[in-house]
């Protein structure tokens, strides 16, 4: 503002290495990040969680893939690698035949879900490979082969190893968390709401790792619809504690696992009491990239 009018004073205040600004918004929005930085400051320091793993079982997972020169984990290795860092599971059976699966169904309980598993499909839901709410064997039966038939067409070189039959859980909110490698900071946290509020709202919060307690509770508070998580307008509220344990487990899998280039638990649920991943992907580069 001001132009030519202010150009020489604004000149000699630069020379004289005080701040200027050519508009108001530009000096509020460095006031704001200076009062950012002030609180930061003044916020008493925080530790690093350091969790019981079995980082050596995961270790081995990594090694076999990047040996046989895959770069992207199957499913199945994928759950491996978290369970090795302590992250739940809803009761699951890998399953190759419908009758198997309808067996299998009756131990777990009804309702369940069918999912194929494949080293050639990343996004399972993409290609029709995911059946939800299935109540009973006839119904279990139905989504198996309707799965078959919707893979082989939209993907007919897909390698099919089996499926994942696994139980349907009610009553809880799902949230999604992720790890992503950038090439100046490192390994980077995500969270955020599942479904819309991530894909439209882009409602997420980040956090460089090693993330400290406290910083992994702010980036499940900060997000602009953490009152989902609360209880808002009458809904039941979940366990924040148990988001905040599988992100210090996360935390801890990218400072022990540099070979991971992305992880995704797209989504987590989170429950009244606990959290289980219910899908999970993880893709590699080298343990020097």
């Known amino acids: 503002m001001g132009g030519e009018k ?23 929005t460095t006031v704001s990040h200076l009062v950012r930085y002030s609180q930061w400051k003044r916020t008493p320091k925080s ?5 019981k793993t079995q980082r ?39 399953v190759h035949e419908p009758e198997e699966a309808i067996r299998q169904a009756e131990t777990i309980g009804y309702p369940v879900m069918l999912k194929v598993v494949s080293p050639d499909i990343l996004h399972k839901t993409d290609v029709g490979g995911v059946v939800l709410d299935i109540e009973n064997p006839k119904q279990l ?14 993907m007919p070189f897909a390698r099919i190893k089996g499926f994942f039959l696994s139980e349907m859980l009610k009553g809880g909110r799902e949230v999604i968390l ?8 490192g390994h980077l946290l ?20 090693p993330a400290t ?12 619809t953490y009152s989902l998580l609360t209880g808002a307008r ?43 991943a219910l899908d999970a992907r993880i893709i590699l580069s080298g343990p020097n990239k």
């Open 234 to 276: 009458g809904q039941s509220s979940v366990d924040v504690e148990a988001i905040v344990e599988v992100l210090a487990k996360l935390n801890q899998l990218a400072m022990e696992l540099p070979e991971v280039q992305e992880l995704d638990i797209n989504p987590l649920y989170a429950m009244p009491e606990g959290a289980v």
């Open 213 to 224: 307690e406290r910083d992994l509770r702010e980036m499940v508070q900060e997000i602009r």
């Open 178 to 185: 992720g790890l992503t490698k950038d090439q100046s900071f």
């Open 56 to 94: 050596s079982k995961a270790k081995s997972i990594l090694r076999e893939a990047l040996g046989s020169g895959r770069q992207t984990l199957t499913e199945d290795e994928a759950r491996e690698v978290l369970s090795s860092y302590g992250i739940s599971f809803p009761r699951t059976a890998f």
């Open 141 to 154: 039966r139905d989504a198996y082969y309707r799965i078959l038939s919707s893979v082989k067409t939209r």
């Open 190 to 209: 995500m969270f955020g709401l599942g479904g819309v509020y991530v894909e439209v709202l882009k409602d997420v919060s980040f956090r460089v790792v």
């Open 6 to 28: 202010v150009s020489s004073a604004t000149e000699r205040l630069s020379k004289e290495g005080i701040p200027n600004y050519s508009y108001p918004e530009e000096a509020m």
């Open 47 to 51: 530790k690093v969680l350091r969790l």
